[in-house]
Structure formats: C-alpha cells, structure tokens
Nanobody, 118 residues
Framework: QVQLVESGGGLVQPGGSLRLSCATS????????MGWYRQAPGKQRELVAR???????NYADSGRGRFTISRDNAKNTLYLQMNSLKPEDTAVYYC????????????WGQGTQVTVSS
C-alpha cells in the first residue's frame, strides 16, 4: 500500500514561514512526479508546486517567489518551504504522487493543516 506521510503544518503569523515534509517509499519517489496541492474551505483543491524525478519544477502563481519545492532523494522526502505566508495561504496541504505512463496512477497524503493568522 502506497503511503505519503506529511508533517510540518501548524499555526503561523502573517509573514512567517513553515516547511512541510512528505515521506514515501523509494519505488514511488524515484518514478512519480511529486507535488503539493492545497484546499481552502469552500474551494477546490489546487496545485501549489510539483517536481519531477529529474527535478524539473512548476509553481502555481499563488506561491511563486514565496514557496520552494525540493526533494531529498536519499531520504525519499519531498519538502515545501513556505515564506512570507499570507492569511489566504490558509488551507489543508496535500502531498501528491502521480504518473501517467504506462497508466495514470495517483496517490494522496492525508493532508496537513496550515493556518496563517495573527
């Protein structure tokens, strides 16, 4: 059974920083595109950033310049460093693993709450 185990969420003041982590197995981490998504109350889940096994990176406009996605291949762990956090960043953040070949497969973590509030 595929597991994506997230950690690092919490309550932070506006302008603060948090780092999210997502640990998984080598068989997933070495092949799948890894990403972070978020879902705010009453809104659809949206992409935050994703990184391929070759470290190609895409960011959504919402986090570009403030968020940094990275991966540690030795630890099979994905990270999201979030700086200059805003109240509108408040959401449940989900780790995602996805591949499209030879067939589409996708896995999700359980989610971690990030709350930005004074």
């Amino acid at each position: 059974q595929v597991q994506l185990v997230e950690s690092g969420g919490g309550l932070v003041q506006p302008g603060g920083s948090l780092r999210l982590s997502c640990a998984t197995s080598r068989s997933i981490f070495s092949i799948y595109v890894m990403g972070w998504y978020r879902q705010a109350p009453g809104k659809q889940r949206e992409l935050v950033a994703r990184i391929t096994s070759g470290s190609s990176i895409n960011y959504a406009d919402s986090g570009r310049g403030r968020f940094t996605i990275s991966r540690d291949n030795a630890k099979n762990t994905l990270y999201l460093q979030m700086n200059s956090l805003k109240p509108e960043d408040t959401a449940v953040y989900y780790c995602n693993a996805q591949r499209t070949w030879p067939q589409f497969l996708e896995y999700w973590g359980q989610g971690t709450q990030v709350t930005v509030s004074s």
